[in-house]
Nanobody
Framework: VQLQASGGGLVQAGGSLTLSCGISGRTSSTFAVAWFRQAPGKERERLAAISWIDGNTDYSNSVKGRFAISRDDAKNTVDLQMNSLKPEDTAVYYC??????????????WGQGTLVTVSS
């Protein structure tokens, strides 16, 4: 499974941005995709995850209500819609995938990161 993250950039506080994760090489629908981020000097944080087969989602408390994860089966993409962005959302964002239907657990497949910078 290969993943390609895109859509990062510079945005003002309060603005919105949509990240997209392109997925290739998958052979079944029993997998989950998650978005993570890592800011300088901080641990990697899982933000949102979605189970491909049933659309079940999970969000971290830090982004619940502001971010939305979705999948597009036809395009083989998983998007992260980010609203009401704050300077503390500045980080490198990664998408990752794991086999199985559960959104929890370790993620074995990772894309390259895309930088999101939120200016105050």
């Amino acid at each position: 499974v290969q993943l390609q993250a895109s859509g990062g950039g510079l945005v003002q506080a309060g603005g919105s941005l949509t990240l997209s994760c392109g997925i290739s090489g998958r052979t079944s629908s029993t997998f989950a995709v998650a978005w993570f981020r890592q800011a300088p000097g901080k641990e990697r944080e899982r933000l949102a995850a979605i189970s491909w087969i049933d659309g079940n989602t999970d969000y971290s408390n830090s982004v619940k209500g502001r971010f939305a994860i979705s999948r597009d089966d036809a395009k083989n993409t998983v998007d992260l819609q980010m609203n009401s962005l704050k300077p503390e959302d500045t980080a490198v964002y990664y998408c990752a995938a794991r086999r199985g239907t559960a959104v929890f657990g370790s993620y074995a497949y990772w894309g390259q990161g895309t930088l999101v910078t939120v200016s105050s």
